[in-house]
Structure formats: C-alpha cells, structure tokens
C-alpha cells in the first residue's frame, strides 16, 4: 500500500514537473514567436511547449549516482540536469519579463532567449535520458 502511494506521488511530481516546462516553453514560444515573424505558428507554440513538457519530465529529479569512492568522477548526467534547468528556467524568465513588461529588445536578445531555450531543453533531454539508462 505504502508503494503504492510512494509511486503514485512520484507520477504525480512528474507530471507537474512537465506542465510547469510546458508553461515555460509557452512563455518562450509566445515571445520568440512574437518577435520573429517566419515563428508565429501554433505548431511553433505547441513544439515549445512540448520540448519543455519533455526536458522537464526528464531532466529534473534524474536518478543519482553512487557517491562512493568507486563513483568519485563527475556525474554528467547530474551536471547537464543543473546547467540545463538553469537555462531552460532562466530564457523563460526573461520571457516572461519581456512580455510583462512589454518590452522591445534588440532581436539579438530574441535569437539568445530562443538558442538558451532549446540549448537548455536539449541539455535535459540528454540528461535525463543518460541517467535512466545507467539504472
């Protein structure tokens, strides 16, 4: 019973874990897709989100290492997981700020949000994907 309720929580983590980087991928759609007009699709909107829904559910809450003396390296799977949510959260941010605040950025600042949001979305991609693997 207790396992039951153990995992049943985790799915339910799991799941909000996604929604929440579809939310952030919305965010970067939204503005990206505003600011670039060849991006403003739904297709667009709805890949953006799907990246996010699936870097989140993957990348975040990734199963650890040993940390022993046998398992002293660097836990690249651990690493990306950090450096790709930091980046992923980090352009939904400044999404978020830009749309709020109804600012008008450089297009370069556009193509970086745009390039951290996939870079950062990838990282925990590949993140996740390599530590379930290892299990």
């Known amino acids: 019973m207790r396992f039951g309720i153990r995992k049943t929580a985790h799915v339910f983590e799991r799941?909000?874990?996604?929604?929440?980087?579809?939310?952030?991928?919305?965010?970067?759609?939204?503005?990206?897709?505003?600011?670039?007009?060849?991006l403003t699709t739904q297709g667009f909107l709805?890949?953006?989100?799907?990246?996010?829904?699936?870097?989140?559910?993957?990348?975040?809450d990734t199963p650890q290492m040993p940390f022993d003396d046998a398992h002293s390296e660097i836990d690249a799977a651990e690493f990306l997981s950090s450096a790709g949510t930091l980046c992923a959260t980090l352009?939904?941010?400044?999404?978020?700020?830009?749309?709020?605040?109804?600012?008008?950025?450089?297009?370069?600042?556009?193509?970086l949000v745009f390039a951290g949001w996939i870079?950062?979305?990838?990282?925990?991609?590949?993140?996740?994907?390599?530590?379930?693997?290892?299990?």
């Open 15 to 38: 799941v909000a874990l996604a929604m929440a980087g579809a939310a952030c991928g919305l965010f970067v759609g939204a503005y990206v897709g505003s600011a670039i007009p060849t």
């Open 46 to 60: 709805l890949l953006m989100m799907a990246l996010g829904a699936v870097g989140f559910y993957l990348g975040i």
């Open 91 to 111: 352009t939904a941010l400044a999404s978020v700020a830009v749309i709020v605040l109804r600012l008008d950025p450089h297009l370069a600042w556009t193509w």
């Open 119 to 135: 870079a950062g979305v990838a990282m925990q991609i590949v993140a996740g994907t390599k530590a379930r693997m290892r299990t």
